[in-house]
């Protein structure tokens, strides 16, 4: 599954394409690919212009001028493929040729954009969904789903990861680290990364590091991520950044 640097690269290169564009009309290919209703998801969308491309843990966000934003989750196998003009711009699971002859037996979202631009959302294992919510009710929503904050947020020091370390003094790091409610975004090659570096031991209990172990745990970890986003993501195989390449890291 893509984690935080993973979305993150997509997120900038598809914000560059989609960020101004319209959606002219929408085609649901498979309902259980949207969350909620399949006829409000249309009609709320059709027509409107999407403003922005944000991201929240591993959810891309899609806000439109309208007031309500797509939440797009790509899990294990989901891809977004943008096409212009025989441009191509393809992000998320690296389907093979799921980029040709679209729509294909994958793909179960159709987003038709002015400019003859065209969105797809493609699936093998048809984990990934979409959801349409209020922008107004995006924190609520997110905290109902009980996800952590932002690692590479500028509120995230030494001292908050530290407060919420010590609440947690018997849970193993590794798996903390990965558990989505502690810290949003963070999977397992990145934890198993920011322990390595740490030279802290994954099963080790957060009750028995020191404090300049969690100070290296820290650094690390938001050194690691930084430096993953420049590269844009992974180079595991079940990773293609927005225009169908591994990443570097």
């Known amino acids: 599954m893509p984690e935080l640097p993973e979305v993150e690269t ?9 960020s101004g564009k319209t959606i002219k009309n929408v085609e649901v290919r498979l309902a259980k690919m949207i969350k909620g209703q399949v ?19 591993k959810i891309l966000i899609f806000s439109l001028s309208n007031g309500y ?13 943008y096409t212009k003009q025989g441009k191509i711009k393809t992000g998320g699971h690296p389907i093979k040729d799921g980029h040709k002859d679209l729509p294909n037996k994958f793909t179960h979202v ?5 400019g003859r631009a065209t969105l797809f959302f493609n699936d093998i294992r048809q984990f990934g969904y979409l ?14 789903m009980r996800i952590g904050p932002e690692p590479l ?3 995230f020091t030494l001292g908050a990861f530290t407060k919420l370390l010590l609440k947690k003094k018997k849970s193993k790091i590794k798996p903390l ?3 989505q409610s502690f810290i949003a975004g963070v999977g397992n090659i ?11 031991r994954p099963t080790r209990r957060v009750g028995s590091l020191k404090k300049d172990e969690i100070s290296k745990l820290y650094l690390h970890l938001i050194k690691i991520l930084k430096f993953a986003i420049k590269k844009q993501g992974t180079s595991a195989k079940n990773y293609i950044d927005a225009f169908g390449e591994p990443g570097e890291y």
């Open 10 to 18: 997509i997120r900038r290169q598809l914000s560059a394409e989609l």
């Open 39 to 57: 006829f409000r998801f249309k009609k709320k969308i059709t027509g409107a212009g999407i403003t922005s491309v944000s991201r929240r843990a």
């Open 69 to 81: 934003a797509i939440l797009v989750h790509l899990k294990m196998t989901g891809q977004l493929v």
């Open 110 to 114: 159709i987003f038709k954009l002015n």
């Open 131 to 144: 959801m349409l919510v209020k922008a107004g009710e995006l924190d609520g929503h997110f905290s109902r």
């Open 153 to 155: 947020k500028s509120d």
């Open 177 to 179: 680290l990965m558990d």
């Open 190 to 200: 990145y934890a198993t990364e920011a322990c390595y570096y740490s030279k802290i």
